[in-house]
Structures are given as C-alpha cells and as structure tokens.
C-alpha cells in the first residue's frame, strides 16, 4: 500500500476538508518536510478545486430553501439588507475574509457567504480563489517560520 504511504495524499485530504482547508493541510506538508513551493501550488489548487462543487450544492440547496415560503423569505429578506454591502466591499470584502487564515475562512465559507449574500458565482469565485492563494502564502510563511523557529518541539520525545 505505497500510496496510503504518500504524504501527499495526506496533504490532499486534509486540504479539501470544510473548515480546515490548506490551512491545515500546508502546515501537514510543512511537518512532512515537503517541498514548500510546491506544497503551496498543491495545495491552492486543491483548495481552489473545491469552490465550484461548493456552488454548484449550494445553488441545488439555496434553490431548495427557496421554495420553502419562510426560508424563501429569509433568503430573500438576507440579500436585500445585504446588498448595499456587497456593492461596497463586494468582491474585495469576499477576497479578505477568505484570505485571513483562520479556521472557518476559506473556500468554503467563502461560497457559503457569496451565496447568502446573493453574489454571483463567477464573480465570487474569483475573489475566493484569490482569497485562497493569499490564505496559502500566509499559512506557508507562518508555518515555515513555526518550524525554523519552534521545530525542535516536534522532535521531542516525551516517556
């Protein structure tokens, strides 16, 4: 079983998971020793991969809550206050909340936000794909710096 021995597979699965994404999976890669650079590119793309799923259930889902009359409402009623700020900060508000790299901010929530506040999907997938690629430079730089400076904590072995 050399591939469940492959750590980019471990990489992989952690990157895709909801709310953990690649800012789990990079620091996993990181620990691994992987190649930093091409951990960030594999990992970015498999997050980036995630988003058009992402919408195409959340559209099936949000069209499902819509038909039901009080869900319908408060979709409707949501989108309505929100617009005025999705048209200020739009795309650039999307991009920053999926970019800090904190659990529960990435692809996504990024396209469960775009949904609840009515943007549109290739205009929100823009943003979060670019929130991600940012996310992933931090969590690289971060995590980077974690092990130059704190590694020898990870090689301690406690009896």
């Known amino acids: 079983m050399d591939f469940l021995q492959n750590p980019w597979l471990y990489v992989l699965l952690v990157t895709v ?4 994404e690649l800012r789990g999976g990079i620091p996993v890669g990181v620990a691994l020793g992987l190649n930093p650079l091409l951990l960030l590119v594999v990992a970015v793309a ?5 988003i058009y799923p992402a919408f195409i259930f ?28 999705v048209e200020r900060y739009g795309m650039a508000g999307l991009m920053v909340f999926v970019a800090v790299p904190l659990p529960g901010t990435g692809a ?31 969590v690289l730089l971060i995590s980077t710096v974690f092990r130059e400076t704190l590694g020898w904590l990870l090689d301690l072995q406690i009896v």
Request: positive net charge.
């Open 17 to 20: 998971m909801p709310w953990i």
């Open 108 to 138: 996504y929530s990024g396209a469960l936000a775009a949904h609840i506040l009515g943007m549109k999907n290739r205009r929100a997938f823009v943003a979060i794909a670019f929130g991600v690629a940012v996310a992933g430079v931090a």
């Open 46 to 50: 498999a997050n980036v991969a995630v």
């Open 58 to 85: 959340l559209d099936w889902f949000f069209h499902l809550m819509g038909r039901i009359p009080f869900m319908g409402r408060i979709i409707k009623k949501t989108q309505t206050k929100a617009k005025p700020y």
